[in-house]
């Protein structure tokens, strides 16, 4: 039956792009077809077969969920991959259509000759789907928001195998919610952001000693609180790859923006924070800044957990991450200044919902989890950024989603999923 609904391509058990197919990035799995639509036709039929016989349906853009959402045990996953095309599609708004099996990677490559840029995430090989979905933290956070702020329509197949388009004035609530609901309400076939024009950034790393993080670190998150939007900050230490306890403070930059005189007036109050051990910032295609994927080897679970810091805690929580960096048993650790354009819209204009945070901290390690690091931060952190969690439990999605944005997220889950088909995500019940 599914053969002869679908034109796209099937991959079955057995064979040698199965086996490649099979599973994410961060999870394996025997889903009974893998499918790869080529078209919205496509997608349809594969939802429609997966909820006619009560299937498990995954939905794999990139493949980058670190609770490997793009693959299951015994169900469908469909593999928007065919479905990446990049096109400029109105010149004088610059808007682009991108398909949901699109990478950031290669929509900075499309549109680099035109010399736009989308407000995306950190990563080439992350697909655009799931980032934009849950948020979309990146490089030019700060000065244009988040990567699902761009956002001003998306195409969508729901659970009942309708297609529909999503934006302000079409289905208006599934627009809201698709703009941090995460892949609860169908599949996106297809995404139209509105890109910005751009051009080279200043991108690097600072590098300062261990033992000077705890003026470091303080000093950073203050000059942030009152930084030029242009300007996105990472502070990462701890790194147990680069010495543990002993591993630099190393201070992330991108300034959005060519003017070499600009840069520098932006960065010396951070260059000033300490001994500089390391100054490698130098100007970039913003395409050059994405890195590419990290690939776990097999048998490594990577445990990501993140969560936010609003502007009264950050004394007590850097207090906290300082302690913990120096104590030798920390896991890697990320600090990111937040704020600007983010917190410029309304708390309530779409489903991502923690826009006042000022900080957000994320911790990662291989094989180990981090319940002393999260016990003793509790009390000053708040709220889960989805893209950055490695589990999907109820607490997570408590987390996630705050009681009145779960309400109405729920709501539009009963228009649109009310037997939650699309459940391999962080679920919203309706």
Same mark, same amino acid.
């Given at each position: ?25 961060? *999870? ?13 036709? %496509?997608?349809? #039929? ?33 593999? =928007?991959?065919?479905?990446?095309? $990049? ?9 682009? @259509?991108?398909? !949901? ?10 549109? *680099? ?13 992350? !697909? ?12 030019? $956070? ?12 998306? &195409?969508? $197949? ?33 995404? &139209? ?7 080279? $950034? ?14 470091? =670190? ?16 990472? *502070? ?28 520098? @007036? *932006?960065?010396? +109050? ?17 395409? %050059?800044?994405?890195?590419?994927? =990290? ?14 810091? %609003?502007?009264?805690?950050? +004394? ?29 819209? +309304? ?10 945070? &000022?900080?957000?901290?994320?911790? /990662? ?28 439990? /109820?607490?997570?999605?408590? #987390? ?6 779960? @309400? ?23």
């Amino acid at each position: 039956m599914m053969k002869t609904d679908l034109r796209g391509e099937i991959l079955e058990p057995g064979t040698e792009e199965y086996a490649a197919a099979s599973g994410s990035l961060f *999870a394996s799995g025997s889903p009974a077809f893998v499918v790869r639509p080529g078209s919205v036709a %496509d997608v349809r #039929a594969a939802v429609t077969f997966a909820a006619s016989w009560k299937l498990k349906l995954s939905v794999r853009g990139g493949g980058h969920a670190f609770a490997g959402f793009g693959t299951n045990d015994g169900g469908i996953v469909v593999d =928007l991959s065919r479905l990446a095309e $990049v096109a400029l599609t109105d010149k004088d708004r610059h808007i682009v @259509r991108i398909g !949901g099996g699109a990478t950031w990677g290669q929509v900075a490559t499309a549109l *680099a000759p035109h010399g736009l840029a989308i407000s995306s995430g950190d990563t080439r090989s992350v !697909g655009v789907g799931g980032l934009t979905l849950s948020g979309g933290i990146g490089w030019k $956070v700060r000065k244009y928001g988040l990567a699902l702020d761009s956002l001003v329509a998306a &195409e969508v $197949v729901t659970a009942n195998g309708e297609f529909v388009r999503a934006s302000d004035e079409e289905n208006p609530e599934l627009f809201w919610a698709l703009r941090g609901g995460g892949g609860n309400f169908g599949v996106v076939t297809a995404f &139209e952001f509105a890109a910005h024009p751009t051009t080279d $950034v200043f991108h690097g790393r600072i590098a300062f000693p261990a033992a000077e993080a705890g003026a470091v =670190l303080p000093g950073w998150a203050d000059y942030m609180r009152t930084a030029p939007d242009e300007l996105t900050s990472i *502070a990462s230490f701890a790194n147990p790859f680069a010495g543990g306890a002993q591993a630099p403070v190393e201070v992330h930059v991108a300034f959005d923006g060519d003017d070499a005189a600009r840069v520098a @007036r *932006a960065l010396d +109050p951070i260059r000033r924070l300490g001994t500089v051990l390391d100054d490698n910032v130098a100007r970039k295609a913003y395409g %050059d800044v994405l890195v590419d994927g =990290l690939v776990p080897p097999p048998g490594f679970r990577f445990v990501s957990r993140g969560a936010f810091v %609003d502007k009264e805690s950050v +004394p007590d929580a850097l207090r906290v991450l300082i302690e913990l960096g120096a104590s030798g048993r920390s896991p890697a650790i990320a600090v990111r200044s937040v704020g600007g354009a983010v917190s410029r819209v +309304p708390g309530d204009a779409t489903a991502y919902a923690h826009r006042q945070a &000022e900080l957000m901290v994320t911790t /990662a390690t291989v094989n180990q989890e981090q319940t002393e690091t999260w016990e003793r931060l509790g009390p000053y952190v708040n709220g889960a950024y989805a893209n950055f969690l490695s589990s999907a439990t /109820a607490e997570d999605v408590t #987390a996630i989603y705050p009681p009145e944005t779960y @309400r109405r997220l729920a709501a539009v889950k009963r228009q649109y999923d009310p037997d939650n088909l699309f459940a391999g995500n962080h679920n919203i019940q309706a």
